[in-house]
């Protein structure tokens, strides 16, 4: 069973392991849209100048199950978890830093590959790249049509899923894969 699958399935926080911060302890700024805060609060909303580190994360609504999708900004590397109650996002910080680590894990990639994953230093803030959103509503609409396909989002593989989006080219001044985006930093 993967931490993410693990942490998904409603155990506890002590099953999710992360990196530790880099060295130099910068916060992992998570960009969250109106809808996702709205699910959050009350939190406190940091006000981070943008970065290429920085994470967005939008709550999607998919066969009426909660859904949330995680994005980098920098290389558009997506990270979709399925079926998320609020009870998780509870400890949101510990919520973003063990489903990315798994993410990277599942694709072979070093934990701190796309900047610090400390679940106590993580900032909530507004989205501020309209671009990243249009990214992520692209990835929203395959993940809606593939769950379509499997018959809705409880019988969707969510490894093939961000599997698929994680191969899919997407233009940012070249037609580049995220997974590939990752490897060439």
Same mark, same amino acid.
């Given at each position: ?20 911060? $880099? ?20 939190? $406190?909303? +940091? $006000? ?7 994470? @967005? ?15 980098? +900004? ?95 080219? @997407?233009?940012?001044?070249? @037609?580049?894969?995220?997974? $590939? ?5």
């Amino acid at each position: 069973m993967t931490i993410q699958r693990a942490f998904c399935a409603g155990s506890t926080l002590a099953d999710v392991k992360c990196a530790p911060s $880099d060295a130099r302890g910068d916060p992992v700024i998570v960009r969250c849209t109106a809808r996702l805060l709205k699910l959050l609060a009350p939190v $406190d909303i +940091a $006000d981070a100048p943008s970065g290429p580190d920085d994470w @967005y994360a939008n709550l999607v609504w998919i066969n009426r199950r909660k859904c949330v999708l995680l994005v980098h +900004a920098e290389t558009l590397f997506p990270v979709f978890v399925a079926d998320v109650r609020k009870p998780q996002l509870s400890h949101f910080g510990h919520f973003v830093a063990g489903t990315v680590a798994t993410a990277l894990a599942d694709e072979g990639l070093l934990p701190g590959c796309l900047g610090p994953l400390d679940p106590t230093h993580v900032q909530v803030a507004r989205t501020a790249s309209r671009s990243v959103l249009g990214f992520m509503n692209d990835m929203v609409f395959l993940s809606e049509h593939m769950a379509a396909q499997a018959g809705g989002v409880t019988r969707l593989d969510i490894e093939e899923l961000n599997a698929f989006l994680r191969r899919t080219p @997407y233009n940012r001044g070249g @037609y580049i894969r995220p997974r $590939d985006a990752v490897r060439q930093r």
